[in-house]
């Protein structure tokens, strides 16, 4: 797994996340970000799996 691969869904969270914190936004735009986040932060998470099971069959 690529650095930038984190890289770059770490910058999209921080983003979306950003944006609810720091402007009104409309309930549906929540709904989408928060879909946006939640996606990311699950593609992150699968991510970071597949490097651990990667990194224990080196072992």
């Known amino acids: 797994m690529e650095d930038s691969e984190l ?5 999209i ?3 979306y996340s950003e ?5 009104k936004q409309t309930e549906e735009d929540i709904i ?3 879909k946006i986040i ?8 699968e991510k970071l799996s597949n490097n ?3 990194n224990e069959k080196l072992v």
Request: proline share 0%.
């Open 38 to 45: 939640f996606e990311e932060a699950t593609s992150l998470e």
């Open 52 to 54: 651990q099971s990667e």
């Open 19 to 23: 944006l609810l914190m720091r402007t």
């Open 13 to 15: 969270i921080k983003g």
């Open 32 to 34: 989408n970000f928060s």
């Open 7 to 11: 890289i770059s869904s770490l910058t």
